[in-house]
């Protein structure tokens, strides 16, 4: 074969070869633009603007993520939350009213996370005291079911938080529907002590009170906090008068004395016909009102169960004889009242 021939042939076979090299190199390109596309973020819906979002709308939108599944999410919105409402000026509204704030924040009481709880704390601290005392019922709804729960950390969040009330809103709190009654029964499993029920088969080996570490630090906080409950509930209010009554003397109260407009009912507080009293949700707005109750249902339960914890001694002792001067104090005139 000559050389020409050669040539021809070997010239054939690049001929043969580059259109396999063509096929190759478009599959790459086509392999390559397909792994680039599923790498692609696709946004269905975007909205570019030059202005910023307000902080009312930042506001709405990180109480909005509060109900996300990841608590570090939670976490930053509490925050977020937390800042904005601390920065205000002193005499600026929130963001958003306490009643659109607080059916957001309320159900994280029970949250599994004790980073979410703590900050929940915070943002609550920091809210104007003034306006979450019209909210207080809202409040008890989710501190008794933290009372009660069956996780020890809960449990203490919410005495947390109910310490934090009693502190802003003390009378409110004991004067609500279920503030009083219920709250003590809540007390009462919450610490193992028996009701009144069951006070009369008392007895110290029921319960253990002198505990240490960090068992016995969460009953003297307890204590503690039920010291600060009965003393919102037993201690006097005093009237005083403002400038408005004063400038109306002498009719201050004629609204009272007044005729009814509408058909006299004057036995209605006898309840003859209506339906029966439910003693625990009831309102017992005075001081005489619980301390009738609480004479009937509790006080020999806890007097005992306060004698019990005093004879054990240490730092549970000092906080039960506390709780038992409170007691003291605040039954005082009751006794009295009943003598005459």
């Known amino acids: ?9 070997d010239k054939k076979k690049d001929f043969q070869v580059v259109p396999e090299a063509l096929f190759l190199t478009e599959e790459i390109i086509e392999c390559d633009r397909a792994e680039t ?3 692609a973020v696709v946004v269905n819906q975007q909205s570019l603007t030059t202005t910023a979002p307000s902080l009312s709308s930042q506001f709405s939108h990180h109480l909005s993520l509060l109900t996300s599944r990841s608590d570090s999410q939670r976490i930053d919105s509490l925050s977020y939350l937390t800042t904005a409402v601390a920065a205000r000026p002193v005499n600026a509204p929130l963001q958003q009213p ?5 059916p957001n924040l309320l159900p994280l009481l029970l949250d599994g996370s004790n980073s979410v709880r703590s900050q929940l704390l915070k943002l609550l601290r920091s809210l104007p005291s003034n306006d979450v005392e019209d909210h207080v019922g809202q409040l008890l709804l989710y501190i008794r079911a933290g009372m009660t729960h069956l996780a020890a950390d ?3 969040s919410s005495m947390d938080v109910l310490a934090w009330v009693l ?12 503030g009083w009654v219920k709250m003590l029964k809540c007390f009462l499993a919450m610490l193992g002590w028996p009701n009144e029920a069951t006070a009369a088969a008392w007895s110290s080996s029921k ?3 002198g505990k240490g570490g960090s068992e016995g630090k969460v009953l003297v906080k307890n204590l503690n906090t039920l010291s600060s409950f009965l003393r919102a509930g ?3 209010i005093h009237d005083t008068r403002n400038a408005e009554m004063v400038s109306r003397f002498p009719l201050w109260y004629v609204q009272h004395q007044l005729l009814p407009t509408r058909r006299s009912n004057c036995y209605a507080h006898l309840n003859l016909f209506g339906p029966p009293r439910d003693e625990e949700s009831e309102v017992y707005e005075d001081r005489e009102a619980r301390q009738r109750i609480f004479h009937m249902r509790f006080q020999q339960a806890i007097e005992r169960a306060l004698e019990a914890a ?3 001694g240490g730092e549970v002792g000092r906080a039960a004889a506390g709780v038992k001067k409170v007691l003291v104090e605040g039954m005082d005139g009751f006794e009295q009242e009943e003598d005459i």
């Not at 074969?1 to 042939?9: I, L, R, T």
């Not at 802003?168 to 529907?177: F, Q």
Request: charge should be positive; charged fraction near 25%.
């Open 1 to 9: 074969m000559g050389s020409s021939a050669k040539k021809k042939k």
């Open 234 to 236: 037993f201690v006097p």
């Open 98 to 102: 306490v009643s659109v704030i607080l």
């Open 310 to 312: 005093k004879r054990e």
């Open 207 to 209: 319960a253990s009170f």
């Open 154 to 156: 809960i449990r203490g």
């Open 167 to 178: 502190a802003i809103a003390g009378p409110e709190l004991v004067s609500c529907a279920g």
């Open 37 to 39: 596309e599923a790498e």
